[in-house]
């Protein structure tokens, strides 16, 4: 059974970091993109970050560029958002997801359960 479990959300103030954790088990992903994306109250869920399992291509949203960085850890199949300079407007559940490669463009094969991100003024 596959599974996305996220872990590291918080609560902080403005200007402050957080680093969330995705671990990915049940199969190997080695053709699959990995992402971020976030959903706050009221507003759709938007991509945030993107990586590929195998060579680390990295592509991000405009709203993170320059504050957050995504990376993985292949030996633990773990995916890191590590998110600086953290604004009240960055606040929403984040969910780390999974796209084969191969497959559909853009869809989702895998979703985590989210974990929730509040960055207070």
């Known amino acids: 059974q596959v599974q996305l479990v996220e872990s590291g959300g918080g609560s902080v103030q403005a200007g402050g970091s957080l680093r969330l954790s995705c671990a990915a088990s049940?199969?190997?992903?080695?053709?699959?993109?990995m992402g971020w994306f976030r959903q706050a109250p009221g507003k759709e869920r938007e991509f945030v970050a993107s990586i590929f399992w195998t060579g680390g291509k990295t592509n991000y949203a405009d709203s993170g560029k320059g504050r957050f960085t995504i990376s993985r850890d292949l030996a633990k199949n773990t995916v890191y958002l590590q998110m600086n300079s953290l604004k009240p407007e960055d606040t929403a559940v984040y969910y780390c997801?999974?796209?084969?490669?191969?497959?559909?463009?853009?869809?989702?094969?895998?979703w985590g359960q989210g974990t929730q991100v509040t960055v207070s003024a």
């Open positions: 049940g199969r190997t992903f080695s053709t699959y993109v």
């Open positions: 997801a999974a796209n084969n490669v191969g497959g559909a463009p853009g869809k989702i094969d895998y």
